[in-house]
């Protein structure tokens, strides 16, 4: 009941902040009871494309860092109520050429641990991409641990792609797990697993990919990609992305007890959708969703023609409805 009474506010308002303002929203191009921010798009504009965040919050702020198209980097912004984020963006980290395989770099996660920040990216050159791993004491200044990529397309199904890593670190096993995609550069096309000890060195999993397109499903009978995984409960929760084709996508929710099988879809899916004539109109990618202890935030990238900007959307209370 309250998850209803919540939910019924917020479909005609949404409370962004320590101002006190209030912003119309909108059901319109979201299901499950994933509410659509009305101020949206909140990142990229005169910026230019950008594109497939990861956030933290940290106290009282939230950190985003994301793909910034122009300057073929990684930049960081940060926002007190997830809505409203610092400008001019902060390159934080560029491209190396030198390497022979980040001549672009972008798609990032980060990761904080006790020991500070943890960044896994993703760097193409020469039709080809691969990950990166760099370590940070606050977030801004990064030392790659290695010239070489921490995980490379080898597999038959990578073809020549390995991008979009999400990574959580596994207290009791004292790992570090992976969910990256790969297939082809433009858009990968499924799911994989791996683990590692120290952030660098890698294991596949011999199952891989661990989530593959469900041609029962026409929004993403295509492919499916650029996953966030979230351990919740007894639960792995799978946000992605499904395409229907190479330029239509939507995002979908699923779950798995092991965070590798069996996983169930959401009823509802896809949650995000694209918007009519909207700025997300073409296509919803990259989805990156918290929880704040009252509702989740999830930003995403949409596309409308050439340009990718940076939404929001919203769902009351914990329940994602399963």
């Known amino acids: 009941m309250r998850n209803s009474i919540l939910l019924g506010a917020l479909a005609m308002a949404v409370f962004t902040g320590g101002a006190g303002v209030w912003a119309e929203a909108s059901t319109g191009g979201s299901n499950g009871g994933w509410i659509k921010y009305a101020g949206n798009p909140v990142m990229g504009g005169k910026y230019g494309t950008c594109f497939d965040v990861s956030v933290l919050k940290e106290g009282d702020r939230y950190r985003m860092w994301l ?21 001019p963006p902060q390159i934080v980290l560029n491209p190396r050429t030198a390497t022979g395989w980040e001549d672009d770099i972008n798609r990032p996660v980060v990761l904080k641990c006790e020991e500070g ?145 069996n996983w169930q879809r959401h009823a509802a899916n896809p949650i995000v959708r694209p918007g009519v004539n909207e700025w997300d109109h073409d296509a919803c990618y990259k989805p990156y969703a918290i929880f704040d202890g009252q509702k989740w935030l999830l930003w995403y990238n949409g596309r409308h023609g050439a340009l990718e900007q940076i939404g929001v959307a919203l769902h009351p209370g914990e329940d994602l409805g399963f």
């Open 67 to 87: 793909s910034w198209r122009p300057k073929q980097s990684l930049a960081l912004v940060e926002s007190r109520d997830g809505f409203h984020w610092s400008e």
């Open 117 to 261: 920040y943890h960044l896994w990216y993703t760097g193409q050159a020469k039709g080809h991409s691969a990950i990166g791993y760099a370590t940070s004491p606050d977030g801004v200044i990064w030392k790659r641990m290695s010239d070489r990529p921490a995980l490379s397309p080898e597999k038959p199904w990578e073809k020549v792609a390995v991008m979009c890593p999400h990574v959580l670190w596994d207290t009791q096993a004292r790992l570090f797990r992976m969910w990256y995609s790969g297939g082809e550069q433009n858009e990968p096309n499924a799911i994989g697993y791996a683990t590692s000890p120290d952030g660098l060195h890698w294991t596949k999993c011999p199952a891989n990919p661990v989530f593959k397109p469900d041609p029962n499903f026409a929004w993403e009978r295509h492919k499916v990609t650029a996953c966030q995984v979230e351990r919740r409960g007894d639960w792995y929760v799978m946000f992605y992305i499904g395409f229907r084709d190479e330029d239509h996508a939507q995002i979908g929710l699923a779950r798995s007890r092991d965070g590798l099988t």
